[in-house]
């Protein structure tokens, strides 16, 4: 179902947003985001899709690389938290960027703006990792406004 809506949103794009995503989209480990919850609301694997192809046409039209924002789109929430408490949602707003590089790095190969993206996502709220590229802006705005819905 999120598939068709990516479809949907990247038009003529989709073919090759998917062909950059498509081994981490059928990668087991990253599969299992199915099964949780982000922000109570949907999956974390139909929030980072859709953070990766909003990402993905965002670098398009602002010329910047959009298979770096693609791919750390997708990868950027690429960790596990059963967050029971509001301790520990609390802690995983400041911990989970850098569990999701470490998870993503086991996994794919990535290049250091990739890591970037990842690592600095949650700027502001990580004042001390403040995105280096204009890719990592651009994936760190997009999921705050995917959240927010």
């Not at 794009?13 to 062909?19: L, R, S």
């Not at 990535?110 to 949650?122: A, R, S, V």
Request: hydrophobic residues 40%.
């Amino acid at each position: 179902m999120i598939l068709e809506q990516v479809k949907l949103i990247l038009g003529d794009e989709y073919k090759e947003w998917y062909n950059i995503v498509k081994n981490i989209l059928n990668n087991p480990e990253f599969l299992k985001r199915k099964l949780f919850k982000h922000h109570e609301k949907q999956s974390v694997y139909d929030h980072c899709v859709l953070v990766s192809a909003y990402a993905f046409k965002r670098a398009k039209k602002k010329r910047v690389n959009e298979k770096n924002c693609a791919i750390a789109g997708l990868l950027h929430d690429f960790f596990f938290s059963k967050n029971i408490t509001k301790k520990d949602k609390m802690k995983s707003m400041f911990t989970h960027s850098k569990k999701s590089l470490e998870n993503s790095s086991k996994l794919f190969e990535l290049n250091e703006k990739e890591k970037d993206i990842i690592y600095t996502h949650m700027f502001p709220l990580n004042i001390n990792r403040i995105p280096k590229y204009m890719e990592s802006w651009v994936v760190s705005i997009v999921d705050k406004i995917a959240a927010s819905y």
